[in-house]
Nanobody, 121 residues
Framework: QVHVVEFGGGLVQAGGSRRLSCAAA????????MGWYRQAPGNERELVAT???????NYADSAKGRFTISRNNIEKTMYLQMNGLKPEDTAVYYC???????????????WGQGTQVTVSS
């Protein structure tokens, strides 16, 4: 069984910073791409940033220059450093990871339960 868990959400003032963490645990034989997504009330889930196993990152336009995605392949963790937060960044942030849960299996997407980030003006 595979578990993906996010940490680090909370309330922050506009202009402030927050660091989100994501950890994969359980039957994890490998992790390929990972990413952060977010969903604000009334909106669809949207991409924030992704990172390959080799460390290549891609960002949504809304995140460029403010957010930094990183990962630690040994510890099976991923991070999102968010600076210059704006009220429009308020959302539930989800971790996504493509994980091989069997030694000879393929990679499948797993989602965390989400962590709420609220940015006050």
């Amino acid at each position: 069984q595979v578990h993906v868990v996010e940490f680090g959400g909370g309330l922050v003032q506009a202009g402030g910073s927050r660091r989100l963490s994501c950890a994969a645990a359980g039957s994890v034989f490998g992790i390929s791409a990972m990413g952060w997504y977010r969903q604000a009330p009334g909106n669809e889930r949207e991409l924030v940033a992704t990172i390959t196993s080799g460390g290549t990152a891609n960002y949504a336009d809304s995140a460029k220059g403010r957010f930094t995605i990183s990962r630690n392949n040994i510890e099976k963790t991923m991070y999102l450093q968010m600076n210059g937060l704006k009220p429009e960044d308020t959302a539930v942030y989800y971790c996504n990871a493509f994980i091989r849960s069997e030694w000879n299996g393929g990679f499948r997407p797993y989602w965390g339960q989400g962590t709420q980030v609220t940015v006050s003006s």
